[in-house]
């Protein structure tokens, strides 16, 4: 089998596994922080806000004592959680039609228009729903 065959078998079968850490919430990308991380957290980093940027800093600076199943899951944690964030941040441009048009009674009131635009789901607009599922609203 050639070496191109071999690579692209193996693209073949690990394809998926990026798109299972995509879908990472909030409460899973918090409980592998809190499993792998707490007890290093607790020694090193006390006090320390849990924000990604401080709580990264500390982690780095204490290399050395940090457990490898920290140094590991870190990243992903942090990562999920970063993403979930970013998207959320995203969802009222990606959705401003849909606030707009489907929700406009409920746009003066953050809450209620977001819970607006999850009831019209299958009304808004592909990107939108996009944006409301990667923001982990659905």
Partial sequence: MSLLRIVLF??????PLPAA???MNYEQASALLAASCGTDIDNMCRGVNLDSVRLKECLRRNGDS??????????????????????RGMLSKLCN?????????????PVKGLQCLIE??????PNCGKAIAAAGYR
């Fill in 21 to 23: 850490a995509q879908t």
């Fill in 120 to 125: 019209q789901t299958k009304r808004v607009t």
């Fill in 10 to 15: 193996a693209l073949a079968i690990f394809a």
């Fill in 66 to 87: 940090v457990s490898p199943k920290c140094i590991a899951d870190y990243p992903r944690a942090i990562g999920a959680i970063e993403q979930r964030v970013t998207a």
């Fill in 97 to 109: 039609w849909e606030m707009n048009h489907l929700c406009s009674q409920t746009k003066p009131d």
